[in-house]
């Protein structure tokens, strides 16, 4: 029993260093994204025009919307991750990604046109990408390393979770006031969960 408690206390405070680094990054990423004034004075929305031509995507309707995009992608040169949205059939949307920068793409279907604009980059969109990027669907293997590296971290945070309750239950003085602290999230996260 001694050496499954040390491992376990090992294991929690090993995990807690690595976990460091990300526990940072979501924690910091989610300050700017609840409180975007207090760090930019940028407007996340603001986009500049880079250029608008003339260009006709060959969408097929029976064709799933990610697939139709990504070789509209391909044939602009453009490949790498993206979100496709189709608000309209005469309107299609792209974003293209990546950490750095972001370039979005407005297809005007009836005019057969394209206007492509990108966004004035500062470290505090950096750090909100980072918050949202995720998934197996993006096309490179790059973004699919980064799906697996987060699905580790959702493990480790976990495992990290349930060793720290192990440990707390191991020490009886101090079950009363975790079983507070306990009671206290649930009931917070319950009420937000009601009243959202």
């Known amino acids: 029993m001694k050496n499954l408690d040390r491992l376990l206390r090992r294991t929690h405070l090993y995990l807690g260093f690595a976990l460091l ?13 609840s409180h975007p004034g207090w760090f930019s004075s940028d407007d996340a929305q603001n986009w500049t025009v880079i250029e608008e031509r003339e260009y006709h995507p ?7 919307l990610r697939d139709s995009a990504e070789a509209i992608l391909a ?10 949205n189709q608000p309209s059939n005469e309107r299609l949307v792209l ?9 979005r793409l407005t297809f005007d279907l009836a ?7 990108g966004q004035p980059q500062s470290w505090d969109k950096v750090i909100k990408r980072m918050h949202f990027r995720g998934g197996f669907i993006q096309p490179t293997w790059a973004d699919f390393f980064w799906a697996i590296v987060v699905d580790l971290v959702c493990f480790a945070i976990l495992t990290w979770i349930a060793t720290g309750v192990y440990m707390w239950w ?11 602290a306990i009671a206290a999230g649930a009931v917070s996260f319950i009420l937000f969960m009601i009243g959202l």
């Open 21 to 33: 680094p990300w526990f940072m990054m979501y924690g910091f990423s989610s300050l700017l994204i």
């Open 111 to 117: 005019k057969g046109r394209v206007t492509v604009e």
């Open 58 to 64: 060959q969408l097929d309707e029976s064709a799933d």
């Open 95 to 103: 974003q293209r990604f990546s950490f750095w920068n972001s370039t």
């Open 170 to 180: 191991k020490l009886k003085r101090l079950r009363r006031w975790g079983a507070v």
């Open 75 to 84: 044939d602009l040169g453009m490949k790498g991750p993206f979100w496709a």
